[in-house]
């Protein structure tokens, strides 16, 4: 099979969630264990991080992937789902896969992977495991793909686990409370590991600290440890500048407002891995301010240094177009603010959603002063674009409906004048439609 034929029969040959929503979800690690045996356990051979919760783990993910890649490792990053291509989710020191390791990998497996009728997810986590074995890295950023305790990615044992944060996302898979969701995505601390958690809601925060009493897991809390001081947006240079306790002054590449609970998750995972050598000259209060200028190197160039996109990325100038990938409750209570306090003379706004997310939750959140695109992702999870449209009338806002992302931001263009804004979003399906698409 040529890369193009591999990536169709992986996407649409397989079960894959991304594209069947609950119907292509295993909730059973025993294909991956058989995977994992047949693959004679490829990740026993590199050291791990593990990156859970609901938002912000792939921003997390990258950050961390980046910094201990300018510290010398040679560092594998596991992430989901891709934007562009396939390709994107499994790199190595910002490298994607190589499309030959792809096609010879799957073609191998490919009687396997039927005999055990093993999910896209799956095989594309024992890819990953395979080819950070086959290629000796140091170590790798394994970001969880859904949940955490069934997840795929589950099966290994870290160095150190860490949960960005949770809210309510895959209620129907995960559980319709925080508590249950909690307890799912609490599924990743191990026996004896060290677990970061970025951010806790008196419904979560019991949860996490009876998981990991249960595992005499340590347990540290990114909000307790205040190494984030001041966090200053610079929407002029776009990103935002930081000041710490221990880790000097920077400016941050990522530049939106969820980045500031990210920086302080960073922070404290950087503080732990610091402690297990795993940045030999960080080991104590004194000789911490020797990595500052690592930090300061990932946290200003991490898309550059990881291929990271999507996250409040600004992609073009006059009009100003803007695209972001958050896509539930939780992503939108960031992103509603970040929309409000934009200074232009009109938002012009393209914007999709999945059928299975709080869509009530999420329009509620969204600026009633915008111009509106309603349109749809090339998923069949997409929810038609005339009823997003629907949806949206009843939360007062106004536009059109274009039956495809191109045509949508096409229409945007058009009415948007040099000193206007687009904002491109709502799901990671349009965001991913998007940068296909766009001139």
Sequence with gaps: ??????????????????????????????????????????HNSFKSIHVGGTNGKGSVSHTIAALLQVCGYKVGLYTSPHLADF???????????SEDYVVSF????????????????EIATAMA???????NIDIAVVEVGLGGRLDSTNIITPVLSVITNISLDHTQILGSSLEQIAMEK??????????????????????????????DAPIIYAEEMNEIEEAEFLPEESGIYYKTKHLGSFKGQLCGQCQVANAKTIAASLDVLSKLGFLSTV????????????????????????GLKGRWQVVRANPTVITDIGHNVGAWQYLSEQLKALKCRQL???????????????MSMLPKD???YFTKAYTPRALPEQSVLVFGQQFGLNGECYPTVAEAYSAAMRAAENNDIIFVGGSNYVVADFLNTRD
């Excluded at 301010?289 to 990881?306: G, H, P």
Aim: overall charge negative; charged content about 25%.
């Design 1 to 42: 099979m040529t890369y193009e034929e591999t990536c169709e029969w992986l996407f649409h040959q397989t079960a894959n969630y991304e594209s069947q929503g609950q119907g292509g979800y295993k909730a059973s690690l025993d294909n991956m264990h058989k995977l994992d045996e047949y693959y004679k356990h490829p």
């Design 87 to 97: 390709s994107e989710r499994i790199r190595i020191n910002g490298q994607p896969i």
């Design 106 to 121: 799957t073609d191998e497996g490919k009687p396997f992977f039927e005999k055990v009728g093993a999910t896209f997810f």
């Design 129 to 135: 495991f395979k080819y950070f074995s086959d290629n």
């Design 186 to 215: 609490g599924g990743i601390i191990k026996d004896a590991i060290p677990v970061v958690i970025g951010e806790t809601t008196p419904e979560t925060r019991p949860i996490f600290d009876a998981l990991a009493q249960q595992c």
């Design 283 to 306: 080991t104590s209060e004194a000789t911490r301010i020797s990595i500052q200028k690592e930090v300061s190197m990932a946290f200003l160039n991490v898309c550059d240094i990881t």
């Design 348 to 362: 012009h706004i393209v914007f999709g959603i999945v059928g299975d997310k709080d869509i009530y939750g999420v």
């Design 370 to 372: 915008a111009i509106y």
